[in-house]
């Protein structure tokens, strides 16, 4: 694992972070008013969740661990950013939707948590979580030793796929990369959305111009790699689904939006796969 790169990505998420919630206007109040973040992809893999012990791993601000928590789930969130936990963790007590959040790297949180017995009924993560690991098979690995014998996990993810195209569709980067991806830094994409990724569909103007004077490393996993992982740590795939369509971020020029804060690319493009879900459970 390289630590060095997860906090120079620490830092960056810090800074980003600002920019994002402040377009996203009284997010307490959208929930009191019985709001969710959550997509329908995500909605279904997870299914009926009431009464379970959900481990929402890097959960950012923590709109979707509280959209969770509002079907009735004990839901702990875990994010390496310090500004995003403390978000999450002012949002929860101002809108009245119970969680825990925790800030920490993603790979410490598995050795502490397996330390102590921590188990889950359903372990998830979802849109653009799997770049910023630096060892697939030890993520995998985490994530079933956190599952109770029965337990499930979801994840909805952008397709790698698509991740190999620049914002004007050109190719750039390598499917079959093996080594850090070096970035200016995490950008603010929920500006560069529009209303896509903002839930009530209200943007406030927020933070303009932002750019970020942290550089960000990501890492490229390709679907093979991630379905492999999952199953040499123990996890039977019930359920993989591919999408021609993202739901809410605008990577690339032209996309066109289908209803639903979903966006797909421009009209007489042969359709790709943009995003992917996956459903696994331990034995």
């Not at 598995?110 to 993520?139: K, M, N, P, Q």
């Not at 750019?211 to 790699?225: A, K, L, M």
């Not at 739901?247 to 209803?259: A, I, S, Y």
Request: glycine share 10%; with cysteine; net charge negative.
């Amino acid at each position: 694992m390289k630590k060095d790169l997860h906090e120079a990505n620490r830092q960056s998420w810090n800074a980003a972070t600002v920019a994002h919630n402040s377009h996203k206007g009284d997010q307490a109040a959208f929930f009191r008013a019985g709001g969710s973040t959550l997509f329908p992809e995500e909605s279904a893999l997870l299914g009926d969740v009431d009464g379970l012990s959900v481990l929402h791993l890097q959960c950012n601000a923590g709109q979707d661990s509280l959209s969770i928590a509002r079907r009735g789930a004990r839901v702990t969130g875990v994010d390496i950013s310090d500004e995003a936990i403390d978000f999450a963790t002012r949002l929860s007590a101002e809108s009245g939707v119970a969680a825990r959040f925790e800030r920490a790297d993603v790979y410490d949180y598995f050795e502490a948590a397996a330390a102590r017995g921590e188990r889950h009924d359903l372990v998830f993560c979802s849109y653009g979580t799997l770049c910023w690991l630096s060892d697939i098979g030890a993520w995998a690995r985490g994530v079933a030793q956190l599952l109770k014998p029965g337990g499930r996990f979801v994840i909805v993810e952008f397709h790698p796929f698509a991740l190999v195209f620049d914002p004007q569709w050109k190719f750039h980067y390598d499917y079959f990369n093996d080594a850090p991806v070096p970035e200016e830094g995490v950008g603010d994409y929920v500006a560069e959305s529009g209303d896509g990724l903002v839930a009530d569909d209200r943007p406030v103007p927020g933070v303009q111009g932002f750019r970020n004077p942290h550089p960000s490393f990501e890492f490229t996993w390709g679907v093979g790699q991630v379905t492999t992982a999952l199953a040499q740590a123990g996890l039977a795939i019930e359920r993989f689904e591919e999408y021609p369509y993202t739901n809410g971020w605008k990577p690339f020029e032209g996309m066109r939006e289908l209803g639903g804060r979903r966006m797909a690319p421009p009209e007489g493009m042969p359709r790709i796969p943009l995003m992917y879900a996956l459903a696994a459970r331990r034995a």
